[in-house]
């Protein structure tokens, strides 16, 4: 069973800057990517950023130059500074990870969400 626990999220006024923590845990033998989601109400499930077991980083367009994802492998947990916040930044935040939890066996696994709520 592997879990994922996110956290940091909360109310901050546009412009300002919000750190979420996301740590894994349980039968973990590896992991491979790990993700940020965001869904705002009335939308889709949208991929923020993800960063692959190599480091390398991708983002969507609408947080190039102002999120910056990173991971820590020691401590299985993946971050997202996200700057210069925008009301539209406002959403649910969700936490994903490709975990190997044995030689044949890998998944996909998500976190229960932080909110995020940028006021104008």
């Known amino acids: 069973q592997v879990h994922l626990v996110e956290s940091g999220g909360g109310l901050v006024q546009a412009g300002g800057s919000l750190r979420l923590s996301c740590t894994a845990s349980?039968?973990?033998?590896?992991?491979?990517?790990m993700a940020w989601y965001r869904q705002a109400p009335g939308k889709q499930r949208e991929l923020v950023a993800d960063?692959?077991?190599?480091?390398?980083?991708n983002y969507a367009d609408f947080v190039k130059g102002r999120f910056t994802i990173s991971r820590d492998n020691a401590k299985n947990t993946v971050y997202l500074q996200m700057n210069s916040l925008k009301p539209e930044d406002t959403a649910v935040y969700y936490c994903?990870?490709?975990?190997?939890?044995?030689?044949?066996?890998?998944?996909?696994?998500w976190g229960q969400g932080t909110q995020v709520t940028v006021s104008s």
């Open positions: 994903a990870a490709h975990v190997r939890t044995s030689v044949i066996r890998a998944a996909y696994y």
């Open positions: 349980g039968s973990i033998l590896s992991i491979g990517t």
């Open positions: 960063t692959t077991g190599s480091d390398s980083t």
